[in-house]
């Protein structure tokens, strides 16, 4: 039987999560190798420790890849690469990458994100890429340690648009054996912007403002500014004809409503604390590049982004 090579790139919180559920299922004499691939520190202490996942899903909370590497150059051959970095560090991955996809090599990304598909495309036109969405309350604890809370990490995954000849079901199988919640379906750019109307509005305002999301729910300035974001994003998932619920808008304020009053954003955490790299492009540069190729005005994305980008931070 031929075994499947899998290599996930990057052990952050999805990484981390997803990897070590990988891991942990198989290891030794079984039909999959599972690979990471991780910087300096987090390479060391994984190499000589294992993986920690700190979860109420886990008994054992350390498990082992079959091998483990600093750089994607050491690679051999891999089926499935499963990338998990930050949206700002998808560029340089995919360069490392492309001399190393094949017509039937598998490449799933777990990140934010609705052009994620389209960025990889530009520098990999071959092989296959599976959209995805994943949701995971996870994040490193420290280098080597990842924490998981609230409900378990899942996974929408859907056909490549320029491959629909390619069924990833045994990829799905794959995961589900390694109890992860994974979910098949035949578009599921859907489920990734209907994501998307939620971080990207959420996360530009809390971010701007240093606001929760319970905060820039409730109040009016924050939320109408929160709905503008939207009604700019909705005018262009219309215009690429994505299917969405005719009351996205409303459905994404609900699910706001749902998380604790106090809750952070991510964006909002690193703009907040000046890191030199955070997603703001992922969130507003998006919206603003799609608005100029479409032909769509996204004046409060445009607005906010500007405001973000020149440190003008309440």
């Not at 051959?77 to 560029?91: A, G, P, Q």
């Not at 240093?210 to 729910?217: A, C, E, L, T, W």
């Not at 969130?283 to 994305?301: H, K, M, Q, R, S």
């Amino acid at each position: 039987m031929k075994t499947t090579e899998f290599a996930i790139i990057g052990l952050g919180g999805v990484g981390g999560y997803f990897g070590f559920k990988l891991a942990r299922k198989y290891a030794a004499d079984s039909p999959v190798n599972i690979t990471f691939i991780a910087r300096e520190k987090t390479y060391e202490i994984v190499k000589e420790k294992g993986l920690t996942l700190l979860s109420a899903e886990n008994g054992d909370p350390v498990a082992k890849p079959h091998q483990i590497f600093k750089e994607v150059a050491g690679l051999g051959h891999i089926d499935v690469f499963v990338i998990c970095v930050k949206e700002y560090d998808l560029e340089n991955i995919c360069n490392q990458l492309k001399d190393k996809i094949k017509s039937d090599t598998v490449i799933l990304p777990l990140m934010n994100g609705v052009d994620i598909y389209e960025r990889i495309r530009k520098i990999i036109p071959n092989g296959i890429v599976l959209p995805s969405c994943v949701y995971v309350a996870s994040h490193i604890k420290e280098k080597g340690v990842v924490e998981h809370k609230g409900n378990p990490g899942k996974i929408i995954v859907g056909k490549d648009p320029e491959n629909k000849q390619f069924d990833p079901q045994t990829i799905v199988s794959l995961f589900k054996d390694a109890l992860i919640d994974i979910e098949y379906k035949d578009d599921s750019f859907p489920a990734i912007w209907s994501k998307y109307f939620f971080i990207a509005s959420f996360g530009l305002v809390s971010a701007r403002y240093n606001k929760s999301i319970g905060q820039v729910n409730e109040e009016p300035g924050l939320h109408e500014r929160a709905l503008k974001i939207m009604q700019e994003i909705q005018a262009i998932a219309l215009k690429k004809e994505i299917s969405l619920p005719e009351n996205i808008i409303e459905l994404t304020f609900q699910k706001a409503a749902s998380f604790p009053f106090q809750t952070p954003t991510s964006l909002q955490l690193d703009v907040q604390a000046r890191k030199e790299n955070t997603e703001l492009e992922l969130f507003a540069g998006a919206i603003v590049a799609y608005g100029n190729a479409l032909n769509i005005n996204v004046p409060e994305t445009t607005a906010i982004y500007d405001e973000i980008r020149e440190g003008i931070l309440i």
